[in-house]
């Protein structure tokens, strides 16, 4: 399947695409596309929000933008490997049988497909700024990344790949 097509199908199963996308065989490449897919994504969606702050606080956008980028693109992908070393962990201690590159694809997907809902986030960011609206956008995202995570996450352990 083409990864709109992954995208859209989690939203209706989160646990069958991480299922089929296990069944594809272990492929760090694949995992490592994914977070840095995300973090990319997550890079754009900031842009609005920045260049709204650059213009209301008479700050250079440039400093803004490469402060993001240095925190987004190169940074944050090595907290996504912690966390989904950590994540692996405690699996194992609850009795997951499931692998480390598992738990590294249930994040990093889990993080792709709610891609979409970054995206709105910046916008709401960018056009309408803080207030309800994106505190309940955010809300969205982050319970939608959570349920794509523990879904895939609880795919993942059933059994060794």
């Given at each position: 399947?083409?990864?709109s097509?992954?995208?859209?199908a989690t939203?209706?199963?989160p646990g069958?695409?991480?299922?089929r996308l296990l069944?594809?065989?272990p492929r760090?490449?694949r995992?490592?596309v ?14 609005p ?14 400093m803004?933008?490469?402060g993001?980028l240095l ?7 090595l907290?996504?490997?912690?966390l989904?070393?950590?994540?692996h962990?405690?699996?194992?201690l ?5 692998t480390?590159?598992g738990?590294?694809?249930?994040l990093f ?7 979409p ?6 916008l709401?960011?960018?056009?309408i700024?803080?207030g ?8 969205l ?12 996450l609880?795919?993942?352990?059933r059994?060794?790949?």
């Amino acid at each position: 399947m083409a990864l709109s097509s992954d995208i859209l199908a989690t939203y209706r199963g989160p646990g069958r695409v991480v299922r089929r996308l296990l069944d594809l065989g272990p492929r760090e490449d694949r995992a490592l596309v994914f977070v840095m897919g995300f973090c990319i994504v997550a890079f754009i969606a900031q842009m609005p929000g920045l260049s709204r702050q650059a213009h209301l606080e008479g700050v250079e956008l440039n400093m803004l933008l490469g402060g993001a980028l240095l925190g987004t693109v190169f940074i944050l992908p090595l907290f996504f490997y912690t966390l989904a070393l950590v994540s692996h962990w405690a699996a194992r201690l609850v009795g997951g049988k499931g692998t480390a590159y598992g738990a590294r694809l249930a994040l990093f997907w889990a993080l792709l497909s709610s891609a979409p809902l970054v995206l709105l986030n910046g916008l709401v960011a960018g056009f309408i700024g803080p207030g309800p609206a994106l505190s309940i956008v955010g809300f969205l995202w982050v319970a939608v990344f959570v349920w794509f995570w523990l879904s895939g996450l609880r795919q993942v352990q059933r059994s060794a790949e």
